[in-house]
């Protein structure tokens, strides 16, 4: 074999090496973005979460949500049902957290069977699906359209086949 034809291997080899090299570089750069996304969207729904847990947790609270909102509340019954309202609210953002984080991939299977379940549960009530109607403009559609269709009136979460991630 002469030099030329060993120079030329050697180039090409070296050609492969940055393809592989460039691929693996785009590779770990997608990955990085999915995670910070995630942190991002975690972030977020925490501040949420909190926010919301917050405004239901004192009257004083309660009464400033009502006032930033033009809600209105002249009796204790319907403080507590903005009370309510609130924390169902700060539950459905925490469980549309769940889900994406599922959906990217970013959240483990065994642990989503046990929160999907929780979200059924959590949306078996009347008092739950009277603050659905009321929170679902806030929330992703996909998300709102996963509830409606696979958990809103299920009885049971094991009916969902293994080949929907988002029935699993």
């Not at 953002?93 to 959240?107: I, K, M, P, V």
Request: hydrophobic share 40%; proline share 2%; aromatic share 12%.
């Amino acid at each position: 074999m002469n030099w030329e034809a060993m120079s030329a291997i050697g180039e090409m080899v070296g050609a492969l090496g940055v393809i592989f090299s460039v691929l693996y570089l785009a590779l770990q750069v997608r990955q990085n973005s999915k995670v910070t996304r995630s942190a991002t969207r975690q972030a977020i729904s925490n501040a949420q979460v909190d926010m919301g847990f917050r405004f239901a947790e004192s009257h004083e609270m309660t009464a400033a949500f009502g006032r930033m909102t033009d809600t209105e509340f002249h009796t204790a019954e319907l403080e507590a049902q903005l009370r309510d309202y609130l924390c169902y609210r700060a539950l459905f953002r925490a469980f549309e957290n769940q889900y994406h984080q599922y959906q990217d991939g970013t959240f483990d299977a065994d642990m989503w069977i046990g929160c999907r379940e929780n979200m059924r549960r959590g949306f078996s009530t009347s008092s739950a699906l009277r603050a659905w109607e009321s929170c679902q403009g806030i929330l992703s559609p996909d998300f709102t359209k996963f509830i409606d269709s696979e958990l809103i009136g299920s009885t049971d979460a094991a009916q969902s086949g293994p080949g929907d991630p988002a029935k699993a």
